[in-house]
C-alpha cells in the first residue's frame, strides 16, 4: 500500500493519537484531526474543528452510551462532544485500530471504549492493542477478540487510544507502521 494514498484519522489528544500522529506523519501518511471549540489539542496539523451542527450528526443518547460500554456517563457537554467527535473519527475511517486496555466484560477502558463500540455497531475491522498483556487483538463477532498481529489494510483508518500509553503500546504503534508501510 502506498501511504500517500492512505488517511488517518483522530482527535490528536496526548498518549496514543498523538504517537499514532507522529508514526503516520513519519510514513507519510494523510492526519486528519477532529476537535471541537475548546478542546485542547496535543497535534493540530490538518485539524478540522467540528460545527454544533456537525458535532449533532453524531450525537448519541448518553444512556445508550452509558449501557454499551457497562459504564455511567453523565450529562456533560464535554463528554458529549468527546463521544461526538468520536462518531466523526470512526465513520470517516474504514480501519479502526486502538490502544488500551480490554476488559473482562470486552469493552474497552475508558472514552477509547466508545471508538471500539461504535466500530462494531459500523462493522469496521476493529484490532486493539491490549496494554496489560501487551498484545493486538481483532474483533472477531461471535468468537470476540482473538490474538493477531493486524496490519493496515485500507486506505482510511483510525488511531485512537488512551492517554497513559506505555513503552509497549509506542512500540506497538510503531511496528504496526512499520509492518504495513515498511521501515
Known amino acids: 500500500m502506498n501511504p500517500a494514498n492512505c488517511t488517518f484519522y483522530s482527535s490528536g489528544l496526548k ?10 506523519e513519519k510514513a507519510g501518511v494523510n492526519e486528519v484531526i477532529f476537535s471541537f471549540d475548546g478542546h485542547k489539542l496535543c497535534r493540530e496539523k490538518n485539524a478540522v474543528i467540528l460545527s454544533q451542527e ?13 449501557r ?9 457537554e ?3 462532544k468527546v463521544l461526538q467527535t468520536i462518531f466523526h473519527m470512526v465513520n470517516h475511517g474504514h480501519q479502526v485500530f486502538v490502544v488500551g486496555a480490554i476488559q473482562e ?17 459500523f462493522n469496521r475491522p476493529l484490532h486493539v ?3 496489560p498483556t501487551k498484545k493486538w487483538f481483532t474483533w472477531k463477532n461471535k ?5 493477531d498481529n493486524p496490519r493496515i489494510e485500507y486506505d482510511t483508518f ?16 510503531t511496528q504496526l507502521f512499520a509492518d504495513s508501510f515498511g521501515e
Not at 456537525?54 to 452509558?66: Q, T, V, Y
Not at 454499551?68 to 453523565?74: A, E, F, L, Q
Open 143 to 147: 468468537d470476540g477478540w482473538q490474538e
Open 68 to 76: 454499551m460500554m457497562n459504564r455511567t456517563y453523565y450529562e456533560t
Open 78 to 80: 464535554k463528554i458529549r
Open 15 to 24: 498518549g496514543a493519537e498523538t504517537a499514532f500522529g507522529e508514526a503516520a
Open 105 to 121: 466484560d470486552g469493552s474497552v477502558k475508558g472514552g477509547t471504549g466508545w471508538a471500539v463500540e461504535l466500530a462494531k455497531m
Open 129 to 131: 492493542f491490549d496494554q
Open 158 to 173: 483510525v488511531g485512537s487510544g488512551t492517554r497513559y500509553l506505555s513503552e509497549a503500546g509506542h512500540s506497538a504503534i
Open 54 to 66: 456537525d458535532l449533532e450528526r453524531g450525537d448519541i443518547s448518553m444512556e445508550l452510551a452509558s
